[in-house]
């Protein structure tokens, strides 16, 4: 393959990655004129000759250094395929990153990259609350390889993270991992205050690497690598494939830092396959239209919910006058709130069901950054593997229900949002407090 970067410019001028996402990484001359990369489905690929085969599997298996402008070639769908190679030249267009992988789905992203840059006896600090799925793996797997998981609550200031990592035995920090906006509450975490913290701890023999899952904002939205983290990651299930019809996960950073998240992920098996990469080809063409239609809505509606008489609270990120902190971050770190919406409903569980069971447009189902809007009950569903107890301390409540808004009309949004309110009545705390 020719190098992408040569079709990355006109005239000298740097092209935008929204326009890229139609042809950077291919050209249509290598598939008879096809405008569009086939799908190369293909489990092997054939040597030209023996001596092929044997530069291929030194630089696979790193016997040698590559010679400069030398590319490992195509041996087994495994380790590489052209439909994956194009994606990941395009993955890495929005976030500025020299290097992407793609994953079989996000949480096999971030297992294999976790596995790849831990070992037994380092410790992870870790914010919370993360993603259900995130956190056992923090929490439960990681124990079983002597890896220690130890979370760092929304509230905490720099100086209690800083104290936080201090307790930590000297040598034994290896990494810092960050949800951000954190699901399902939209808290935000300090990247700089991270990458600070990290390089502070870190040395050239044991580096801390600050690794940030980036799904909910990602990649037009904020840009992790720009604040200092060391690795991207995202449930390409999400906004990057955007159409509630794949699976698939992807993780970004240095070359050096990649070549040993490739490496575990050949061994693990982890890999994307070439049909999945294709579809995430095709969504990563209308990626910014998606995202930016849903954020725009996403804003209308979380303003509307944040006048309702059932709604106690809203969790959006323009909605941040009462936190000072959080505001600042947002306007460092994101380039817009996004589309997803957090609220607490008055009453309790049993209010959140049923407004829940009561929508008609809006689907009730799990995940987010699909076309179509989504509604979720996070403590009993997404978030149920985590303790009571440590939910109310995250901020996660049984009144709170969660909401992707997709790309639909706002205003019919809203018209099943009010008779999904409607559907609840007005408890009686309420009716109390409007008499008075």
Known sequence: MTNPHDHAHIGGQQLRPESLMMSYGYTPAWSEGAIK???FQTSTFVFKNAEEGKAFFELAYGL?????????????SRLNNPSLEILEHRLTLWDGAEEAASFASGMAAISTTLLALLQPGDVVLHSEPVYGGSDFFLKNVLRKFGIEAQGFLPTATPEQLEAQAAAIAPGRLAMIFVETPANPTNHLVDLEACAALARQYGSADKPVRLVVDNTFLGPVFQHPLKHGADVVLYSATKFLGGHSDLIAGAALASKPLMKEIKAMRTFMGTMCDPNTGWMLMRSLETLKLRMERAATSAQVIADWLRQHPLVARTYYLTHLEHCPVQQDIYQRHCLSPGSMISFDIKGG????????????????????????????????????DITPADQLEMGITSQMIRLSIGVEDPQDLMLDLSQAFEAVGMPKEVRVAELA
Do not use: C, W
């Not at 040698?64 to 087994?76: C, K, V």
């Not at 049923?354 to 403590?379: C, D, M, Q, W, Y």
């Open 349 to 384: 569980e049993a209010e959140a069901f049923r407004f829940l069971n009561a929508l008609k447009l809006i689907k009730l189902a799990v995940s987010l950054g699909g076309t179509e809007s989504l509604a979720e009950h996070p403590a009993t569903m997404t978030h149920s």
């Open 37 to 39: 990369p086939p799908i």
């Open 64 to 76: 040698r250094q590559a010679n400069p402008d030398e590319e490992m070639g195509l041996i087994y």
